[in-house]
């Protein structure tokens, strides 16, 4: 049975607790094709010299992406 700490699910506040939570995650979750660089380029102008925010970062496989545009990126 799952318990709440401090009004946190358990499951929450494990989170990525281990490697290998975070692999199963990995390896189950598709990628982002490639081409999204492109997308966020054309789309949404990031390119060196933007900043963007990445909410939600978990495993960082969206933040590669961002990061290919040549756009900083801060991670959360």
Request: charged share 20%; no cysteine; aromatic share 6%.
């Amino acid at each position: 049975m799952n318990k709440t700490i401090h009004g946190v699910h358990r499951t929450a506040a494990d989170g990525y607790a281990t490697t290998e939570t975070a692999d199963t995650y990995v390896r189950g979750r598709p990628d982002y094709p490639p081409e999204i660089a492109d997308w966020l380029r054309d789309q949404l102008g990031l390119s060196a010299g933007t900043t963007v925010v990445d909410l939600g970062a978990g495993t960082g496989k969206f933040t590669r992406r961002l990061i290919s545009t040549g756009a900083k990126v801060i991670a959360v």
